[in-house]
């Protein structure tokens, strides 16, 4: 059963333009969200989080948005450019037993920016 | 620099054989995690360790074993047992134990059967 689902496995955006990746999560139980961006042969790399008491959080040209009613978070990146063409992946993390946190991820949405 | 260091960045297994991919970090973090990557899949979380001495089976351990022997070191052992190992090997660290902190990866380490 997936927890945390990334429903697009793949965006391509024009440079410039705005790049939405959106994520879809059924445990509520989840307290934080993170995206990650991901080169290929490479290690994931953290880009930006959201706390569940929160509804936006900004850095620079990424922005996610969390909906908790919806269980729905999403990432806006603006303006794309052909640099953030990679693997982005949505995680959550959640309460794991003892003092033990964990992270489920999504497949991943492949982003292709086009100059 | 600070950082995750993953070796080797490719390995190949013989049936039947046990290999040991190795994990080290110098951030000081408490916390290190191992995760597998198929293609088209997100990361699945293998084993995690909190603490020294100390870890904890994720949702896909059988096939697999650790040790955290030391704070930098979490060494993951693929055993013959585990009947499909072809895949991308992440380690992760975080300090917090994880809560609300992001994890920091490795490069990973590719494994195929021969």
């Known amino acids: 059963d997936q927890q945390v689902k990334q429903n697009s496995p793949s965006l391509s955006v024009q440079e410039g333009r705005i790049s939405i990746l959106n994520c879809d999560y059924t445990?509520?139980?989840?307290?934080?969200f993170l995206w990650y961006k991901k080169y290929p042969a490479e290690g994931p790399t953290f880009l930006i989080s959201?706390?569940?008491?929160?509804d936006k959080n900004e850095d620079g040209r990424f922005t996610v948005f969390l909906n908790k009613s919806a269980k729905h978070l999403s990432l806006h990146i603006v303006p794309s450019q052909p640099g953030d063409s990679a693997v982005y992946f949505c995680?959550?993390?959640?309460?794991?037993?003892?003092?033990?946190?964990?992270?489920?991820f999504g497949k991943g949405t492949l982003l292709t920016v086009n100059p | 620099d600070g950082g995750i260091t993953q070796s080797p960045k490719y390995l190949f297994r013989k049936e039947g054989q046990n290999v040991t991919l190795s994990c080290e970090q110098n951030?000081?973090?408490?916390?290190m995690y191992w995760y597998r990557q198929d293609p088209g899949q997100g990361l699945r979380l293998i084993y995690y360790?909190?603490?020294?001495?100390?870890?904890q089976k994720g949702d896909i351990a059988e096939g697999y074993s650790v040790s955290r022997e030391k704070k930098e070191s979490f060494p993951l052992t693929v055993t013959s047992a585990q009947k499909n190992p072809t895949a991308f090997y992440l380690c992760?660290?975080?300090?917090?134990?994880?809560?609300?902190?992001?994890?920091?990866f490795g490069d990973g380490t590719r494994l195929s059967i021969l």
């Open positions: 992760a660290s975080t300090s917090d134990r994880g809560h609300g902190q992001p994890q920091h």
């Open positions: 445990n509520s139980m989840f307290d934080y």
């Open positions: 959201i706390s569940s008491i929160k």
């Open positions: 995680a959550a993390s959640a309460y794991s037993g003892g003092s033990n946190y964990k992270l489920t």
């Open positions: 951030l000081n973090h408490d916390a």
């Open positions: 360790s909190q603490i020294v001495n100390d870890f």
